[in-house]
T-cell receptor, first 115, second 114 residues
């Protein structure tokens, strides 16, 4: 069964450093998402991406965050200058169609620890 | 704005007994409703969804959920719980008139004891 894959599974970084989290969505999916889950808290939407541009973003997704799909398969989330409060599990997800009734398929997450 | 409430942080049930995990939602338009399950150190796995039609939807692993528009609820149910059902369950809603963003509830930890 096709699945969303994420790397790294865990990254530890120093505050102020740049981090790139990578995702390979399911191959025939067209919509890509990043969500995050701070330990013990709810899953929060960050951004959605379609046709090589951001379609929606939340208040969390400020200028420190960026996304891109550099090579048609990977979908990356970059945090330019990490803060302690960026420590969380970051989930990538993909879906087949926009505004559709389909479910999102999630990866297993990348745990980011900012020291 | 859309929101989801899961009023119980934890639900405890004995194996073989029926289980219910509660969810209520708020959207301005018509809702698409979803349940996901998260096992320890794993991602979110889709269980079931309500889009339209029959209010009772059936999903993976014997789970089902009932959409109740008047009560704005979408409770997750299973007739007979298994120890292996122990996990974190998330309800989520998408407003069909407001794009693709899924809004999740805070999650309910289900503990099934032998």
């Amino acid at each position: 069964e096709p699945e969303v894959t994420q790397t790294p599974s865990h990254q530890v970084t120093q505050m102020g450093q740049e981090v790139i989290l990578r995702c390979v969505p399911i191959s025939n999916h067209l919509y890509f998402y990043w969500y995050r889950q701070i330990l013990g808290q709810k899953v929060e939407f960050l951004v959605s991406f379609y046709n090589n541009e951001i379609s929606e973003k939340s208040e969390i997704f400020d200028d420190q965050f960026s996304v891109e799909r550099p090579d048609g398969s990977n979908f990356t989330l970059k945090i330019r200058s990490t803060k302690l409060e960026d420590s969380a599990m970051y989930f990538c997800a993909s879906s087949h169609l926009a505004g559709d009734t389909g479910e999102l398929f999630f990866g297993e997450g990348s745990r980011l620890t900012v020291l | 704005a859309q929101s989801v409430a899961q009023p119980e942080d934890q639900v405890n049930v004995a194996e073989g007994n029926p289980l219910t995990v509660k969810c209520t939602y708020s959207v301005s338009g018509n809702p698409y409703l979803f349940w996901y399950v998260q096992y320890p150190n794993r991602g979110l796995q889709f269980l079931l969804k309500y889009i339209t039609g029959d209010n009772l939807v059936k999903g993976s692993y014997g789970f089902e959920a009932e959409f109740n528009k008047s009560q704005t609820s979408f409770h997750l149910k299973k007739p007979s719980a298994l120890v292996s059902d122990s996990a974190l369950y998330f309800c989520a809603v998408r407003d069909m008139n407001a794009g693709n963003m899924l809004t999740f509830g805070g999650g309910t930890r289900l503990m099934v004891k032998p």
